[in-house]
């Protein structure tokens, strides 16, 4: 059973226009998110994450909204740029046992140049 | 910086072979994963450990063991390797906050 799920298998933006990545979840006691980065032939990169106990967290480029009711987080990238052109997964943890995190299946973003 | 080496990129093995991927980390983490990717199904869990000889099962765990003799090393094998465990393999660490930190991932195939 996905507990955390990205609809949208993939995505295409302009370079220069917003990117909105969404990922849904199910289980209400997730009070971590995270975003991670991959490239082909990669492992992920950490990209940002936020606590449960805020609504947005920003770093340069990337903001991530966390709507707690609707149980749904979504990843902005403004500008996008051609270099962000990778497959960006969703991720939650609960505080159980490791911390593990439940991935959802990722998004491919390709930015036009 | 976080550092996550895994032993090989890319490795080739028969089917039948005993199979050892090695991941070690630097940062002195307590918790250490191994997942692997494929396609449409995204990161899904194998094992973890949460200290020195301690292991849990994850998601898949069949078909595959895992050892943590020290506490920088975790290793993944595959006792007997099939066709259906091609796939690339990520190993990831973390501490305290839950953020985990992924290897380069070794890509896997079993002919």
């Known amino acids: 059973d996905q507990q955390v799920k990205q609809n949208s298998p993939s995505l295409s933006v302009q370079e220069g226009r917003i990117s909105i990545l969404n990922c849904d979840y199910t289980n209400s006691m997730f009070d971590y998110f995270l975003w991670y980065k991959k490239y082909p032939a990669e492992g992920p990169t950490f990209l940002i994450s936020i606590s449960s106990i805020k609504d947005k967290n920003e770093d340069g480029r990337f903001t991530v909204f966390l709507n707690k009711s609707a149980k749904h987080l979504s990843l902005h990238i403004v500008p996008s740029q051609p270099g962000d052109s990778a497959v960006y997964f969703c991720a939650a943890s609960g505080q159980t046992g490791a911390n593990n995190l439940f991935f959802g299946t990722g998004t491919r973003l390709t930015v036009i140049p | 910086d976080v550092k996550v080496t895994q032993s090989s990129r890319y490795l080739v093995k028969r089917t039948g072979e005993k199979v050892f991927l090695e991941c070690v980390q630097d940062m002195d983490h307590e918790n250490m994963f191994w997942y692997r990717q494929d396609p449409g199904l995204g990161l899904r869990l194998i094992y973890f450990s949460y200290d020195v000889k301690m292991k849990e099962k994850g998601d898949i765990p069949e078909g595959y063991s895992v050892s943590r003799e020290k506490k920088e090393r975790f290793s993944l094998i595959l006792e007997s390797a099939s066709t259906n465990q091609t796939s690339m393999y990520l190993c990831?660490?973390?501490?305290?906050?839950?953020?985990?930190?992924f290897g380069p991932g070794t890509r896997l195939t079993v002919l």
């Open positions: 990831a660490s973390s501490s305290v906050p839950r953020t985990q930190y």
